[in-house]
């Protein structure tokens, strides 16, 4: 078990805490309204409940472990996504190149080797995939299929493997170091989905992409982008390098970033006519409806922080 920088124990205990609220709450709502159901509240707090105990476990146990974990979650993502996208039966030899990427991009993660994890899959994997499709000999639907999976090997590979590498970065504030950066991103861009769809429920009147998610309002994404970035200003400081101002331009980016690759997945779902891209998280669906904004916030907040701090 290595050290834990205050900084990041205190964002911790705070996390524990919202939890705690949260689940209060809900036993209060449950004795004022017996007669209504809260069976889906219950699952979502009881799934948050896991999955940020076995985060902060890992992220506690060691830098290795932390790393491990994300690697399980881009390969679970990976999995729900091929298992809603139809590909060709031809195509399963492909699949477990795609698969194999998960282990060799985590590796180079795992030993810093910027240079490599940066076009590993941008780069030789998207021309390795479909110089083996040819050798399969089966040309009917080859377009498709390819840009099916190497789009999801970018999606839930290498988008989300950037998460992991936050942890490999340079040292720049001690008091919280990499686990800070780690609980900033996931914290500011979960926190970006529940202020969005607050301010949404409040005032929201006119809707940006109806036929995407009907649910989306300018309000409510005007709202949320308000809060996000007058919030990380604040708290960006506390857990990473970045000063107030780099701090509230990167609570700016992960909203906008973050509400894109929700109405991204949210696409991809409509055009399958299915309402969860899983059934793996009670109460929030499959992983996919899980990491959709941190899908599009992972790599763009690794790069602004990578270029503004590093």
């Known amino acids: 078990m290595w050290e834990i ?22 036993l209060i709502l449950k004795r004022l309204k017996p007669e209504k159901d809260y069976t889906e509240l219950r699952q979502r707090i009881q799934s948050w409940w896991w999955m940020i105990g076995i985060l902060f476990l890992c992220l506690i146990v060691s830098r290795t472990t932390a790393i491990i974990l994300f690697a399980f979650i881009s390969f679970l993502a990976l999995k729900e996504f091929f298992s809603i996208v139809p590909t060709r039966q031809a195509d399963r030899r492909v699949l477990f190149w795609a698969y194999l990427s998960i282990p060799v991009q985590y590796y180079l993660v795992s030993i810093g080797w910027y240079g490599l994890f940066i076009i590993f899959i941008p780069v030789y994997l998207f021309l390795f995939l479909p110089m083996r499709m040819v050798l399969i000999g089966e040309t009917r639907g080859f377009i498709q299929s390819a840009g ?19 942890l490999m970065l340079p040292v720049k504030n001690a008091d919280a170091g990499g686990m800070g950066l780690v609980i900033f991103l996931l914290f500011m861009t979960q926190f970006n989905d529940v202020c969005q769809f607050i301010w949404g429920k409040l005032l929201g009147r006119h809707k940006i992409i109806p036929k995407v998610s009907p649910n989306k309002t ?15 200003g604040f708290l960006g400081p506390f857990l990473t390098p970045l000063n107030f101002r780099f701090s509230l331009l990167a609570g700016l980016l992960i909203s906008v970033s ?53």
């Not at 205190?10 to 705690?20: I, N, T, W």
């Open 148 to 166: 099916i999976i190497h789009w999801a090997v970018m999606l839930t590979v290498f988008c989300l493997s950037h998460i992991a590498y936050l």
């Open 258 to 310: 973050g509400f894109i690759g929700d109405v991204v997945i949210s696409s991809i779902k409509r055009d399958l006519e299915i309402k969860d891209s899983g059934s793996l998280i009670p109460g929030h669906g499959g992983i996919l409806d899980r990491c959709d904004s941190l899908i599009f916030t992972s790599p763009l907040f690794f790069h602004y922080l990578y270029y503004m701090s590093f």
């Open 218 to 232: 300018w309000e409510g994404f005007i709202g949320g982008l308000l809060t996000i970035a007058l919030v990380s």
């Open 5 to 26: 920088p205050p900084h990041s124990l205190y964002a911790m205990l705070v996390v524990f805490g919202l939890l705690v609220t949260a689940t209060t709450c809900r």
